[in-house]
Protein backbone atom coordinates (compact mmCIF):
# COMPACT_ATOMS: atom_id res chain seq x y z
CA UNK A 1 0.00 0.00 0.00
CA UNK A 2 1.47 3.41 -0.85
CA UNK A 3 0.23 7.00 1.35
CA UNK A 4 1.38 10.11 0.06
CA UNK A 5 1.54 13.29 2.37
CA UNK A 6 0.92 16.34 0.72
CA UNK A 7 2.04 19.93 1.36
CA UNK A 8 1.75 23.38 -0.43
CA UNK A 9 5.51 24.13 -1.32
CA UNK A 10 8.18 22.37 -0.11
CA UNK A 11 8.35 19.61 1.93
CA UNK A 12 8.31 20.37 5.94
CA UNK A 13 4.58 19.97 6.13
CA UNK A 14 4.14 16.84 4.40
CA UNK A 15 7.41 15.48 6.44
CA UNK A 16 5.53 16.24 9.46
CA UNK A 17 2.69 14.61 8.27
CA UNK A 18 4.41 11.48 6.73
CA UNK A 19 6.06 10.74 9.98
CA UNK A 20 2.94 10.92 12.08
CA UNK A 21 1.28 8.99 9.44
CA UNK A 22 3.78 6.06 10.16
CA UNK A 23 3.16 5.93 13.25
CA UNK A 24 -0.15 5.76 13.75
CA UNK A 25 0.08 2.76 10.73
CA UNK A 26 2.66 1.05 13.14
CA UNK A 27 -0.26 1.60 15.96
CA UNK A 28 -2.69 -0.13 13.92
CA UNK A 29 -0.22 -2.67 12.35
CA UNK A 30 -0.92 -1.61 8.92
CA UNK A 31 2.15 -1.95 6.66
CA UNK A 32 2.74 0.75 4.42
CA UNK A 33 5.08 3.15 2.61
CA UNK A 34 4.27 6.50 3.26
CA UNK A 35 6.10 9.47 0.75
CA UNK A 36 5.95 12.97 1.29
CA UNK A 37 4.99 15.44 -1.40
CA UNK A 38 4.39 19.05 -2.33
CA UNK A 39 1.16 19.49 -4.11
CA UNK A 40 2.75 20.36 -7.57
CA UNK A 41 4.30 17.29 -7.44
CA UNK A 42 0.77 15.54 -6.94
CA UNK A 43 0.03 13.77 -10.45
CA UNK A 44 3.54 11.62 -10.09
CA UNK A 45 3.41 11.29 -6.71
CA UNK A 46 0.03 10.08 -5.95
CA UNK A 47 -0.11 7.97 -9.58
CA UNK A 48 0.04 4.42 -7.62
CA UNK A 49 -1.12 5.74 -4.34
CA UNK A 50 -4.57 4.30 -2.58
CA UNK A 51 -4.06 6.95 0.12
CA UNK A 52 -3.22 11.19 -0.20
CA UNK A 53 -3.39 12.67 3.31
CA UNK A 54 -3.35 16.63 2.94
CA UNK A 55 -4.86 19.91 4.58
CA UNK A 56 -8.03 21.34 4.14
CA UNK A 57 -6.80 23.62 1.92
CA UNK A 58 -5.27 22.00 -0.33
CA UNK A 59 -7.97 19.27 -1.58
CA UNK A 60 -9.23 21.00 -4.40
CA UNK A 61 -5.28 21.45 -6.17
CA UNK A 62 -5.31 18.22 -5.69
CA UNK A 63 -7.42 16.60 -8.75
CA UNK A 64 -8.53 13.46 -10.65
CA UNK A 65 -7.03 11.06 -8.64
CA UNK A 66 -8.01 6.77 -8.21
CA UNK A 67 -6.53 7.65 -4.21
CA UNK A 68 -8.62 7.87 -0.77
CA UNK A 69 -8.21 11.56 0.15
CA UNK A 70 -7.83 11.73 3.91
CA UNK A 71 -8.21 15.70 4.86
CA UNK A 72 -6.11 16.08 8.32
CA UNK A 73 -7.09 19.22 10.00
CA UNK A 74 -4.44 18.95 12.70
CA UNK A 75 -1.29 17.32 11.68
CA UNK A 76 0.41 16.45 15.36
CA UNK A 77 -2.95 15.01 16.81
CA UNK A 78 -2.08 11.75 16.24
CA UNK A 79 -6.15 10.49 17.36
CA UNK A 80 -7.55 12.40 14.73
CA UNK A 81 -5.12 10.81 12.25
CA UNK A 82 -5.32 7.31 13.49
CA UNK A 83 -9.11 7.31 13.53
CA UNK A 84 -9.21 8.61 9.59
CA UNK A 85 -6.55 6.33 8.78
CA UNK A 86 -7.99 3.56 10.58
CA UNK A 87 -11.35 4.32 8.96
CA UNK A 88 -10.13 4.90 5.36
CA UNK A 89 -8.36 1.69 5.54
CA UNK A 90 -11.21 -0.36 8.48
Known amino acids: M ?9 MGTSGILK ?17 ASDIGSIDQAASN ?12 RIGKTNAD ?7 FDLEELEQKLDEALG
Request: some cysteine; charged content about 20%; glycine content about 6%.
Open 2 to 10: KIVAICGVG
Open 19 to 35: VNAERVLDRLGIDAEVT
Open 49 to 60: AQIVLTSPELVD
Open 69 to 75: VIVVNNY
